[in-house]
């Protein structure tokens, strides 16, 4: 049976974690310190936890660079490595070690999308599909050759939580598929193209809205900034965060940003090219709540600028 050392950290990483260790032996999981969580207690990675459920050995080093796990790695020998969300670079030493064989599972169609939040992106970007692509990692920054990529469609239903789990699920089939046919898949690896693009790390300010833009994109942005770092804007001097809405076919003929209508259990609000319903909302300190629920006891002021 193949063995497989697993690195990986955050809950995309734990659905190719269990299914990898369904179908090969794992020999060792990486994955980083325990951090302070969850009102300051400290706590493991999703894949720490999972693999401790699973009785895996675990091993949260400084640095993967490092000559001590370099020999850990040289002991083990597996033949695979799989990388999903690690968050530590892989030196060149143990590139050139596995020869090709350490395998990172990218949530994006390689190589649009390269970075950090790939999912995010592609919802904020309006993308129409995305996918997973098993690279195998060289010295750039996902920047490997492609082994094998799956496809799946953007819904309008889909938040980058949803296509989060739909990806995660994707490429737990797709990394056991790619290993177990590998000579084939490395054979046949294709060089990434220079029509690349990145997926920036997200940062906090990114989700605010500005309503003079598109109904389409204030609408992708609520749903790919979804959860973190969430979209909000101002309201009567208060942020509001705006979890769930919908592009609204009214276009009022009032300025842009101004609540026109407050009704069927939505607010509506006036953008660059017509409107948009806000249809879960969240005040600061408050629960976040479906705008329909918040109306039975609450009010919204009509004709009052988001901002």
């Known amino acids: 049976m193949k063995r497989i050392i697993f690195m990986g950290t955050p809950d995309f990483a734990v659905p190719p974690l269990e299914t990898l260790n369904e179908n090969f032996e794992v020999s060792l999981v990486v994955s980083q310190k325990d951090k302070l969580r969850n009102r300051k207690k400290l706590l493991p990675t999703p894949v720490k936890q999972r693999a401790l459920e699973l009785g895996l050995e675990v091993v949260t080093p400084d640095s993967v660079k490092s000559d001590e796990f370099f020999e850990v790695v040289k002991e083990i020998n597996p033949d ?32 649009e999308l390269r970075g950090s939040a790939p999912i995010n992106w592609a919802i904020v970007n309006g993308l129409e599909k995305t996918g997973v692509s098993i690279m195998s990692i060289d010295v750039g920054l996902d920047t490997g050759d492609v082994l094998d990529i799956e496809e799946t469609e953007i819904l309008e239903s889909d938040n980058a939580e949803t296509l989060y789990e739909r990806l995660s699920k994707m490429g737990s089939k797709l990394i056991v598929k790619t290993i177990n046919d590998f000579e084939n898949k490395y054979k046949n690896r294709v060089k990434q193209g220079d029509n690349f693009s990145y997926a920036p790390m ?84 408050k629960k976040r709540v479906l705008v329909k629920d918040y109306l039975r006891g609450n009010s919204i002021k009509v004709g009052e600028i988001l901002r």
């Not at 705006?242 to 939505?266: C, L, M, W, Y």
């Open 80 to 111: 695979f490595i799989v990388v999903v969300a690690f968050g530590q670079i892989i030196d060149k030493r143990l590139i050139d070690f596995m020869k090709g064989k350490i395998l990172n599972i990218h949530a994006s169609i390689l190589p």
């Open 202 to 285: 997200i940062k906090k300010e990114m989700g605010k809205l500005n309503f003079n833009d598109t109904s389409r994109n204030i609408f992708n942005k609520i749903r790919g900034f979804y959860n973190w770092p969430s979209t909000f804007c101002e309201y009567l001097g208060e942020n509001i965060k705006i979890h769930r809405a919908e592009i609204s076919k009214e276009n009022p003929n009032t300025s842009i940003g101004t609540i026109f209508k407050v009704s069927d259990g939505a607010i509506f609000v006036k953008t660059l090219d017509g409107s948009i319903k806000l249809l879960e909302i969240q005040f600061s300190g």
